[in-house]
């Protein structure tokens, strides 16, 4: 069962659904869940594990109240407070991006998503200096400016990832009103969502996915052998 928030690193591997399969002992991590921002219930499963990495390879991050910001299919945004999970939030940005790429007129056969492209940048301020406009509204540009030949169509899955990638972190940040906002993902995450944050907050530390995975794994081993 997922546990609920706020919740210790200690709790969480405390939490661990244990058995024995051909004589080797087997901890499955619990997940967790919260009432996000919106009132809604939220979940995470296997995104925990690397906030305890990122913890352990961090301990800082157990002191005070921070923001973690994890890129993926589905971004979680989660609030740390004392080295406790005390709420998070999910944007479906990733998965947004993929299926109007893929299955929508905005951008298919629209090249590769470069984060230091220009068409990037553009799609990052449209996204920020119309906040108020919503996404909904800011998306069909991306089709518009490439037909009427003021993008090039080889820039138009940047222009998109700018869009969504600008709309998750404003919308994020207006929610929760860090400081600096570390970032724990691959490296092709990290330049993206370290460039949108760069115009709100400046630089977004970058700790890496895999790496904070294997040491959270390594955190609830150590935690049920005690």
């Not at 945004?77 to 004392?82: A, F, G, H, S």
């Not at 406790?84 to 109007?100: C, D, I, K, M």
Request: hydrophobic share 45%; glycine share 10%; net charge positive.
């Amino acid at each position: 069962p997922y546990l609920e928030c706020p919740a210790r690193p200690q709790t969480i591997a405390g939490a661990a659904l244990k058995f024995k399969a051909d004589g080797r002992s087997i901890a499955i991590a619990p997940g967790l869940k919260c009432i996000n921002h919106a009132g809604a219930p939220d979940v995470m499963r296997g995104e925990e594990v690397q906030l305890l990495g990122a913890l352990r390879l961090n301990p800082e991050l157990a002191e005070g109240r921070h923001l973690l910001c994890m890129p993926g299919t589905h971004v979680k945004w989660v609030r740390l407070e004392d080295g406790a999970v005390s709420r998070f939030q999910t944007a479906l940005s990733g998965e947004l991006f993929e299926l109007l790429s893929r299955h929508s007129v905005l951008a298919r056969d629209g090249g590769s998503v470069d984060p230091e492209s220009p068409a990037f940048a553009l799609g990052l301020r449209t996204a920020r200096d119309n906040a108020r406009s919503g996404l909904p509204h800011l998306l069909f540009a991306t089709r518009s400016r490439v037909v009427t030949g003021t993008m090039a169509k080889a820039d138009a899955a940047s222009y998109l990832s700018g869009l969504i990638v600008g709309a998750d972190v404003g919308a994020a940040l207006a929610l929760f009103a860090p400081g600096r906002v570390p970032l724990v993902c691959s490296p092709l995450l990290a330049a993206l969502y370290a460039r949108a944050l760069g115009t709100y907050c400046g630089i977004a530390p970058v700790i890496d996915g895999d790496a904070a995975a294997l040491a959270g794994l390594v955190q609830i081993h150590t935690e049920l052998r005690k």
